[in-house]
């Protein structure tokens, strides 16, 4: 484990580095950790060989640090934290982007400060945007004043499973990874923001990648399909199985070769990116797909 500080938050990282192999920066989502998502098996780039992965928590997340101010933890401002870690840990150099909900946020604001830092990205989970964020605004503003009065036990742990999206099921119940005394400020600054604009998503012109599930109102089809409409070059994939999400890895591992393929300048080339041994998903049977989702590809 290492650090960073920055704007007053101290980001704890990680790096793997495969000597030669391009270089992945994983996030993860609101009031989660690496920690977390792996606990959640949405650490899809963790189970990709090959690559030098740089992982960290957000500021107020996990082991890192915040402030008690909303406006720390809106998009913009997370993608600013991200461009800075990256400044320090990989200078100079081109990255591939992965991350689910408020990762995902971040990476597109990131991606629009500074466009020749990235050579993809992997949207995972896009969570409600423009006209389906107002809604949840005011869940998160409920949510922060619940915390307030009552403390982080006033947030549920996790719906039943019956309750979660279909691809979601069976996953362990988990609480939030985030400092108590910092989740109101965290939640209100999520209130606060959104995706950027769909015409300036136009602007945005690396491979993007995607990765949606149904019956989830919190991360819903109609922003993946709106990314995958406006980015120019955007491919979409819907799960509608658990197994479809386990199958997620293989993805982004098939999508690495062929990035690092079609783009020689990016470092590392193809250098022998895959899956990692044991992520095969069940009922899986050599040269057949257990695909049950949807695939769109415009690029």
């Known amino acids: 484990m290492a650090t960073f500080g920055i704007a007053g938050a101290t980001l704890d ?6 000597s030669g192999g391009p270089a992945v920066v994983a ?24 690559v030098r992965l740089l992982r960290y928590d957000a500021r107020g997340h996990g082991r890192s ?7 720390d933890y809106r998009w913009p401002a997370l993608a600013r934290d991200l461009l800075g870690l990256l400044d320090h840990v990989v200078p100079g150099e081109r990255v591939h982007g992965v991350g689910p909900s408020m990762g995902a946020g971040t990476l597109l604001h990131a991606a629009l400060a500074d466009p020749a830092r990235f050579a993809s990205l992997t949207l995972m ?21 619940a915390v307030e009065a009552d403390g982080v036990a006033a947030l549920d742990a996790g719906a039943d499973d019956a309750d979660l999206p279909p691809a979601a099921r069976g996953r362990p119940r988990t609480g939030p990874d985030v400092r108590a005394d910092l989740l109101p400020a965290i939640l209100r600054g999520a209130a606060a923001t959104d995706l950027p604009a769909p015409e300036e998503l136009e602007r945005i012109t690396v491979p993007v990648q ?6 989830d109102p919190g991360h819903p089809e ?6 995958r409409e406006r980015l120019p070059a955007a491919a979409l994939s819907i799960a509608a199985t658990p197994d479809d999400v386990v199958w997620w890895s293989r993805l982004l591992a098939a999508r690495l070769r062929r990035w690092e ?8 080339g193809p250098a022998g990116v895959r899956e990692a041994t044991g992520g095969r ?4 049977r050599v040269g057949v797909s257990p695909w049950k989702g949807r695939w769109f590809d415009s690029g």
């Open 125 to 145: 989970l896009p969570p409600t945007a423009w006209g389906t964020r107002r809604a949840r605004s005011r869940d998160y503003e409920r949510s922060a004043s």
């Open 222 to 227: 109609s922003t993946a399909q709106t990314l």
């Open 261 to 268: 393929t079609l783009d020689p300048t990016v470092d590392g």
């Open 27 to 50: 996030l993860h989502g609101l009031t989660s950790s690496r920690r977390r998502e792996a606990l959640m098996r949405l650490d899809i780039a963790s189970r990709v060989e090959g």
């Open 210 to 215: 995607v990765l949606a599930w149904t019956g």
């Open 65 to 71: 640090g915040g402030t008690a101010d909303p406006a």
């Open 281 to 284: 998903p069940r009922g899986d």
């Open 13 to 18: 990282f990680d790096v793997r580095d495969t």
